[in-house]
């Protein structure tokens, strides 16, 4: 589901209730990082407990001094983040995201 290849962490499969759970206790542990990316790209699908989990890892982030930015965000995921008023509370890397 998470893999971790230096400052980049790459998350795959299914951000949805079932599983967002899990991702919310076990969070992003920086190891030292100042700066960290989460890669969606191999996201397959998503709810709105995929939002909540990115605002979650965000905060987190924050009180932790780490920069952390998303890369391949899937369409349907920001969808989600621009109905409930968030998307521009989350930081996306210079990359553009996917269509999905």
């Keep these: 589901m998470i893999s971790r290849d230096g400052d980049r962490f790459r998350v795959s499969g299914r951000l949805t209730i079932d599983v967002v759970t899990a991702l919310f206790n076990g969070g992003l542990p920086p190891d030292g990082k100042s700066a960290l990316v ?5 996201v397959e ?8 989990l990115l605002l979650s890892w965000l905060r987190r982030a924050q009180r932790d001094h780490v920069s952390l930015c998303f890369s391949n965000v899937p369409d349907n995921l920001m969808s989600l983040a621009r109905m409930y008023g968030v998307a521009e ?7 553009v995201y996917t269509q999905s």
């Design 45 to 52: 699908a998503v709810d709105s407990a995929a939002v909540s």
């Design 38 to 42: 989460v890669d969606l790209g191999q």
């Design 89 to 95: 509370l989350i930081p996306l890397c210079q990359e």
